[in-house]
DNA sequence: GTGGTCTAGACCACA
DNA sequence: GTGGTCTAGACCACC
């Protein structure tokens, strides 16, 4: 995978790291028990101070996405067993309004919006099943 | 308008208040022309430094949503000319796929998700026509 | 507050510092909007690294028990809204059993560890009321 | 007697491996003067490095638990004299603590706690009288 | 070889 | 003044 990071964004580089690793996970593109690369190549490669990729990695083992394997390496975990209906509904509000306004602010259609949302949700991996 | 601020949240109280306008103009709560109180008035009532008001506006004059008429106050901009529809897909993609990443990793199914957007987005104020 | 290190332990100081912190939120020592000190003066009295006292404060933020202020300084967090009994038994049995496990290698009794506890757990603050 | 390994949780091997025998040793799973499996074996069963066996093995032998008759393997050791109550008390104390102040951050109360660590209690393998 | 911890010191955003 | 981010480089435990 392929990793690309905007420096003059003000977003912190580790976050963007994060980011961009959750959401290969999320789409299927890093696979559960697959390696990471070691945080030195990964250092080297992305040209970034090696203690800035460990905290990028350690967020995410914090949130569960990734496990270590001492003396082995990095690993992405098993997905985590689902929350429930309610507690899914509280954690997206935020984000989900962090778009809506972003959207009104663009002058975008509601339909528009949902034609969008639609359209993108397609090339993200899904749970089959969703438990209440 | 009220404006409430969460210092717990870590985020800036100027931003805090800069997102509240922000959204109050959007869902048309606060009219074009109309005037916001001063920055003198507003650091009073909202106990808050007025340095941290004065920047919540140079922020928005700067993003064009409000402009200032020396001596007389700040008021709200005219409504700006609607980006292109290309222009509105760039700049959703990114807190769209935020969207998308954290509602996969929780667990959430795509009729949810559809669903819950299309329940909030009944709260907000939209465009009644879209330019493309 | 007091806080103190043992270096030689094994445990990185970020922990013990974490844990002290933590005690003393848990047995009211530290109250609810107390301002601890600063990053800076703390590292000066306990001799250490910045960086470490800052991982500290960072650790006990993303657990919930503290807040930051942007350019004001770390306060102590209000008392999370109380866990689920379930979720609360499943919390708690890695450290019980750690417990148990070195009660028994120490050729303690069941009838003195329950004693031990019950006196120690007269020194902490508990909740009035716990939610099923 | 069964071991069983999660790679995924952080905690070395070997001391995952290890605290499963003194675990053994303590609930008397493992008798004084048994005969534990070589490493060679050990090593095969569970698909792990034999610098891993041997690290658990060691550490238990530095720690009185077990003892090596070279060219005929590894042994459980006699139990070892018990501590003073007082040094009990010392050596619990840590653990204890960070069960308590766990407690009280998950909102569960004291009698909930207690009910819960005698419960738990029951199912390990007590020391029948405690000298003093 | 792997990641984790700690130190030292620079720079920036916030109030 | 406050904390947050990043770099540089040392040392340790694990496999």
Request: charged share 0%; net charge neutral.
């Given at each position: 995978m392929q990793y690309s990071i905007r420096?003059?964004?003000?977003?912190?580089i580790y976050q963007q790291l994060r980011d961009q690793i959750a959401a290969g996970i999320a789409r299927g593109k890093l696979r559960p028990n697959e390696r990471l690369p070691s945080v030195r190549d990964l250092s080297q490669t992305m040209v970034v101070n090696p203690n800035t990729i460990a905290r990028a990695y350690t967020e995410l083992e914090r949130e569960g996405l990734l496990y270590t394997r001492p003396g082995l390496g990095v690993f992405v975990a098993e997905a985590p067993a689902p929350a429930s209906k309610k507690v899914r509904r509280e954690r997206l509000q935020k984000s989900l309004d962090a778009l809506l306004v972003e959207a009104v602010q663009l002058g975008c259609s509601s339909d528009e919006l949902m034609e969008l949302v639609a359209e993108r949700a397609k090339q993200f991996e899904w749970a089959e099943s969703t438990a209440g």
């Open positions: 420096p003059a964004t003000g977003v912190p």
